[in-house]
């Protein structure tokens, strides 16, 4: 894809990020959250993907992608649950980004999904890790492979840490305290497909 192809669909991005984000989780959990603020937040993330994008279906995939790992983290937040809608979403946009690359990711996404089975199993004998949790990091070793997948987990658990040690220190969090660990794994889904693409 040219540079001025990727520039206009970069400003095209904007807007269609910020309509997207009325479609999210409508009742949001943080104040910062809601209004022009986030649906500009959206629109510029939508830009990012559309300069580092390979073509115009990569672009859409990674758009999708990043709106459902949005949409998992909101509703994780605000109910300590992970949407099928979500998941659905992931599944769909690995399914068709499979498509579009051939063979060559096909064993990088079977290994990150392969990598992530035993912690869906895990989490019907371990309480405090979600089946959801355990599922949406399926759906991003499906669509991230194997590689951006522990770049991914290695960024959520160090985040996920560091917020509890902050909650902890300033005394917001007591050790019985659970977090929702969804808003951490798409964090970190949706920073290595800022930073790697699909």
Do not use: N
Not at 48 to 70: E, K, N, T, V, Y
Not at 76 to 99: K, M, N, V, W, Y
Request: proline share 4%; aromatic share 10%.
């Amino acid at each position: 894809m040219t540079l001025p192809l990727r520039c206009l669909l970069a400003l095209l991005a904007v807007p269609a990020g910020s309509f997207a984000s009325r479609f999210l989780y409508p009742a949001r959990p943080f104040r910062f959250l809601s209004g022009w603020k986030f649906s500009l937040f959206l629109g510029l993330l939508f830009a990012l993907l559309a300069l580092r994008a390979r073509g115009i279906g990569s672009f859409l995939l990674s758009a999708a992608a990043l709106w459902a790992l949005f949409d998992a983290a909101l509703c994780d937040l605000a109910q300590r649950e992970i949407p099928d809608r979500a998941l659905l979403l992931l599944l769909g946009c690995a399914l068709f980004s499979l498509l579009l690359d051939g063979s060559a990711s096909l064993q990088s996404r079977g290994l990150g999904l392969l990598l992530c089975l035993p912690l869906l199993l895990l989490s019907r004998l371990i309480h405090g890790l979600g089946t959801g949790d355990a599922l949406l990091l399926c759906a991003c070793g499906l669509l991230l492979g194997w590689q951006k997948l522990l770049g991914q987990l290695l960024f959520s658990l160090l985040a996920c840490s560091l917020f509890a040690a902050l909650g902890l220190f300033q005394k917001r969090l007591v050790l019985q305290s659970t977090l929702p660990f969804g808003p951490f794994v798409a964090a970190g889904a949706a920073l290595m497909l800022l930073l790697f693409g699909l």
